[in-house]
Each structure stands twice: as structure tokens, then as C-alpha cells.
């Protein structure tokens, strides 16, 4: 059963300078939620109960976000606007923060999460990406998945040639529903294995820690999470899901602007 997830939200925004000097991109409205409620909404709503988010130091807009203004509710309550306190609801789970002193890359803050996932498997889901689904939320469907096969399972997306280049790409073997992955490379800059990219999405079992653990620094000394996901698929399998729903990138103006109108028609 998975139980736990990990947001690591300590990166700097750096697609979205200026603006990430003062406001972290994990907070960038969508309709009258910051993006990082709707990515714990989508946690809550698949199942999750213990949730870890990876902050930086500059981050702390996201702890006051998700804790109590008792001082509000009180003026709220004492000027009759007792109606408004609905809006200052939030999603019911249990958060624990850590913070990452440095930058180190995606697989150095999932690291951070070793103590907080014990020996299950946990859910990884990258703030940058949105997935809106008319089925189930994109995490619960690999979830569905990691129940059938007690392997670790990456969310995959169809992504245009020209693009893959940006993207962890993946090649495997179809197996009904399902993708067994067999190898996976890192924003290839030529020659593809596949048009399967993965996205924020993931399923992993803690056999990945000792896989981190094994990494040596890549590219500005950085520990990266693709390089222990190539180390694990030589201990266990991992399987690949394509995400049923619209995927979208906050990072990349358009599709935010794109996303915030889709959300700001939401009620």
C-alpha cells in the first residue's frame, strides 16, 4: 500500500526568473490556489496520508501557506464573515518539511526522504507538473499499477521529437497495459530510444535509496534521479504507465498561462 510522497519543491525557479526571486514557483496562482495546493490535492485524492515536501531555505511562504492563520479566522469571525472561512480550508493530510541547504539535483532531495519512507514504497510528484484528468489523478493511476505489479512504476507521456531532448526518455517492451522498462537515457540529444518521456510522476520502491547512495556527482555535481533509476532496474523491474490527461508544465510560460485559464473556469 502506498501510503507516503515526496514534493521536493527547494529548486530556483531559475525558467521563471525574475519573478522566483520573491515568489517560489510552487506558489504561482492557479484560479485562487497556489499550484502547490492543487499537487496535494492530487496526493490526498489518490490515497496518500503522510505527505514530505523538500524546501530551500527561501521557501517558508509554503509553510505559512499550509498552517493556520489563527489571527484571520479570528477577524473573520469578529467582522461577521464567518462564510469566508471555507476559503481558508485545506487539504486533509499530514505534512513534514526538510529542507535542502543546497541544490543538488532531484535524486539529493528525494535522498532527504529516506528516514520519512522507511522501508515502503512511496510516491514522487514533481510541482512543475500538472495533470488534469477527467479519470482518475495522475499518481492514483500508477498507484493501480505498483498494486498489480509491487514494482516501482515511472508516469510516461507521448512527447514530440523535437522536445525529447528536455525529458528522461525510456525504452521497453509493451506488456498489455503496460511498459517494462528496459533502459532509460537523459534528455538524449540525438537518436531517441522511444517518444515516451517520463513526467513528475513516480512510484518508488526504497530499494532507490541505496541507488542514490551509489551515485557519484554528475553535472555540477549534482546527484540525479534518472542515474539511480538506471541503477535500480539492474536489482528489480520498473514499469512505465502513459498518463491518461492533459499534462502541463508551469515552468514553461505558455502552458502556464494556458493551465491558469483552464483553473481560473474551475470553481
Do not use: W
Not at 32 to 50: D, M
Not at 68 to 78: D, I, N, P, T, Y
Amino acid at each position: 500500500m502506498v501510503r507516503k510522497a515526496i514534493v521536493p519543491a527547494a529548486g530556483y525557479g531559475t525558467r521563471n526568473l525574475p519573478i522566483t526571486k520573491a515568489i517560489p514557483k510552487e506558489m504561482f496562482p492557479l484560479g485562487l490556489k497556489p499550484a502547490i495546493h492543487h499537487i496535494v490535492e492530487e496526493a490526498v485524492q489518490s490515497g496518500i496520508e503522510q505527505l514530505l515536501i523538500i524546501i530551500s531555505n527561501s521557501k517558508h511562504s509554503i509553510l505559512d501557506y499550509f498552517d493556520r492563520s489563527v489571527e484571520l479566522e479570528a477577524f473573520l469571525k469578529s467582522n461577521n464573515k464567518e462564510h469566508m472561512l471555507k476559503h481558508l480550508e485545506l487539504p486533509k493530510i499530514e505534512i513534514t518539511y526538510i529542507q535542502q541547504h543546497y541544490a543538488k539535483g532531484l535524486g539529493d532531495a528525494i535522498r532527504l526522504g529516506k528516514e520519512f519512507v522507511g522501508d515502503e514504497p512511496f510516491g514522487v510528484l514533481l510541482p512543475d507538473d500538472f495533470v488534469l484528468s477527467d479519470r482518475s489523478p495522475a499518481l492514483k493511476q500508477l498507484i493501480d499499477v505498483y498494486t498489480e505489479t509491487n514494482s516501482s512504476v515511472l508516469g510516461l507521456k507521448q512527447v514530440n521529437q523535437e522536445q525529447l531532448k528536455n525529458y528522461g526518455v525510456i525504452q521497453g517492451a509493451t506488456n498489455t497495459n503496460l511498459i517494462q522498462i528496459e533502459n532509460i537515457v537523459e534528455k538524449p540529444k540525438q537518436d531517441p530510444p522511444s517518444d515516451l518521456a517520463v513526467i513528475g510522476r513516480y512510484i518508488l520502491t526504497p530499494t532507490i535509496f541505496q541507488c542514490i547512495e551509489d551515485l557519484t556527482e554528475g553535472v555540477d555535481g549534482e546527484l540525479q534521479l534518472t542515474d539511480a533509476i538506471k541503477f535500480l532496474l539492474r536489482i528489480e523491474p520498473i514499469y512505465g504507465k502513459i498518463v491518461s490527461g492533459d499534462r502541463y508544465d508551469i515552468g514553461n510560460l505558455e502552458e502556464y498561462v494556458e493551465l491558469m485559464k483552464i483553473m481560473s473556469m474551475k470553481k
